[in-house]
């Protein structure tokens, strides 16, 4: 899948395993699973680091096929789940530090360029998490207040 705002193709990317079944490594139950993310959620490990220290640490390649639920069902389970999806809040993040950069570098219309980018894709992916129900109707995203999250 090509890049959204660049003539990038993307083709550069990890493999997932071929075969969705438990690994003959993986000695862990899935109860064993569940309590290493519930741990990590609670160290303020967001989804996404806890698959890859469950990857590198654990030699667990994939925990959907193992415990037959994905991470974020666990933590939506246990009530560990954050306000915001992950990736809506990573962009978010990212737009309000190139805010940051913008203020002190007011000339820098690459980057205000990038900005207006970004911003559509937060605008395109609350959308999405509208219609999902995994934030709430009202959400919008303003410069303003994410400044101040």
Known sequence: MGRLHTHNHGKSHSIRPIELKKPSWVTQTPEEIEQLIIKYANDGLKQSQIGVKLRDQHAIPLVKPIIKK???????????????????????MKAVNL??????????????????????KVHRISTHYKKEGKIPETWKYKSVVAKLE
């Open 99 to 120: 805010q940051k950069h913008l203020k002190d570098n007011k000339s820098d219309n690459r980057n205000r360029r990038s900005l207006e980018l970004i911003e559509a």
């Open 70 to 92: 994905s991470i974020s069902q666990v933590l939506e389970e246990n009530n560990l789940q954050g306000d915001l999806p992950e990736d809506l809040n990573n962009i978010v």
